[in-house]
């Protein structure tokens, strides 16, 4: 996979190594073919050092953002950076970050800081130390300005790894003005009661883009963690308690309860053939009177459509599912942790915030900062949260949370009926790409008796 010549490179061998277990890493997250484990090696548990350096102390970082909106944003935050430090950031973008890293690793220039689009690599990538922790500034400047969801998010055994960088919250509802509850949902039996009175007066509630799938599985997820509660949540993602576990069926149960036919637009097999675009939504929306109450979901389209006004209100539970992308360091050089101390600061972003199509989960940026209404309530309740909790499907192996994972779910909701088989064949595939709970607590305990006699013989010696 790599160049011989490099691992002969006057660069920090252990460093190379940890790198290349980052591109192991990324690679299943990114939908890419999963690559074999490395074998075992010395350098495996090396910690990073700091390559060479140009006279300059200049920066290289590396990150999911490339797009033509987003690119000139992000290379003016880091000039900012460079105009108050004197430290040059030279920035690369790619969408296909392992790509991005493969040919950073080629021309022998390992990057001080990643921008990873899912903060659940942080926890392998600290464990293989390939990433550092914050210093002591860059974690009181993530302390000061994020709430404790987003520290979490964020750490692994109490140490702080990353800085939080962008977000997006999946527990929002949008739907015009007039057929929204004035104080919201209470509930998920109140937003049931809302759309069985609705269809009894033979109106649809839903309109759901199912066509791309990862819709129905953000559905899902916030019904789970809403009837089902976090500690589910979190054992179902790390495949501690089964699919056809008696709360997760619940909470599927649930789901189809509220995506019942007649509650969604065109019934279920419209639903899985809606699909996410702007043109859908106006045709939705932008008609009176429209023929559904709430759009279940993202929000991207809404703008892009020039459907006004547009209201929107917080799915009935006191946590959040949402996304966010991280930015993390491969060395605790005092340039790299400045840059992450600035990074977490309201004023670094704010420009960012101001220009629109960015929402920050810093919750020190007014809100008031934001362009418009939407926007705000993103911020908002991703700010707020008392819970907060990342996409599960996103969190799962691609062979379990991607493609397979949605077509499932538009094969339970065109057949109630089947939930049972469907389950189980869920379970077959979470066991193969994750193994069992049992397996994996055994292998934690294994893995803890070898720290603890490794520490013991350390200390003896």
């Not at 302390?143 to 962008?166: C, I, K, M, N, R």
């Not at 993103?378 to 499907?393: C, G, K, N």
Request: some cysteine; aromatic content about 8%.
């Amino acid at each position: 996979m790599f160049p011989f010549s490099i691992l002969h490179s006057p660069f920090s061998r252990p460093l190379l190594i940890a790198v290349a277990l980052i591109l192991l890493l990324l690679l299943p997250a990114c939908g890419r073919p999963a690559a074999p484990a490395p074998p075992d090696s010395p350098f495996a548990e090396a910690a990073p050092t700091a390559s060479p350096r140009p006279a300059d102390d200049a920066l290289r970082m590396i990150g999911h953002i490339a797009s033509d909106q987003q690119l000139p944003q992000m290379e003016a935050l880091l000039a900012r950076f460079s105009a108050q430090t004197g430290v040059a950031v030279d920035y690369k973008g790619d969408p296909l970050l392992p790509e991005l890293l493969r040919q950073q690793l080629d021309a022998e220039q390992i990057p001080d800081l990643i921008l990873l689009p899912v903060p659940n690599w942080i926890d392998a990538l600290a464990s293989a130390g390939a990433i550092v922790p914050l210093d002591e500034a860059a974690s009181a400047a993530v302390e000061a300005h994020f709430g404790e969801g987003w520290q979490q998010l964020v750490s692994v055994d109490g140490q702080l790894f990353g800085v939080p960088f962008d977000a997006r919250s999946k527990s929002l509802l949008y739907g015009p003005p007039s057929l929204l509850p004035a104080d919201g949902f209470a509930d998920l039996a109140d937003l049931q009661r809302f759309a069985e009175v609705r269809a009894a007066q033979g109106n649809v509630t839903f309109a759901l883009p199912g066509a791309i799938g990862w819709t129905l599985t953000d559905s899902f997820e916030n019904t789970l963690l809403a009837s089902a509660g976090p500690e589910v949540y979190d054992a179902l993602r790390d495949h501690r308690i089964p699919w056809t576990d008696d709360r997760v069926v619940a909470a599927f149960d649930t789901w189809l309860a509220l995506l019942r036919p007649g509650h969604l637009l065109d019934g279920a097999a419209g639903t899985v053939e809606l699909p996410l675009r702007a043109d859908v939504f106006a045709t939705i929306f932008d008609v009176e009177p429209p023929p559904a109450a709430l759009w279940w979901g993202p929000e991207g389209v809404i703008a892009e459509s020039g459907v006004a006004p547009i209201g929107v209100t917080p799915f009935p539970m006191d946590g959040v599912v949402g996304v966010g992308s991280v930015v993390v360091a491969t060395n605790a050089r005092p340039a790299t942790m400045a840059l992450l101390a600035y990074l977490a600061q309201p004023d670094a972003i704010l420009p960012w915030v101001e220009a629109g199509g960015f929402v920050s989960p810093n919750r020190d940026v007014p809100l008031d900062a934001y362009p418009d209404a939407l926007s705000r309530a993103q911020a908002a309740q991703l700010v707020d949260a008392s819970l907060f909790r990342y996409d599960l499907s996103d969190r799962l192996p691609p062979k379990l949370g991607g493609d397979y994972l949605w077509g499932q779910l538009k094969a339970i909701l065109l057949a109630p009926d089947e939930l049972p088989r469907l389950l189980a064949e869920i379970e077959r595939v979470a066991i193969r790409e994750q193994g069992s709970g049992l397996t994996q607590n055994a292998e934690r305990k294994t893995q803890n008796d070898k720290r603890k006699t490794t520490s013991v013989q350390a200390t003896l010696e």
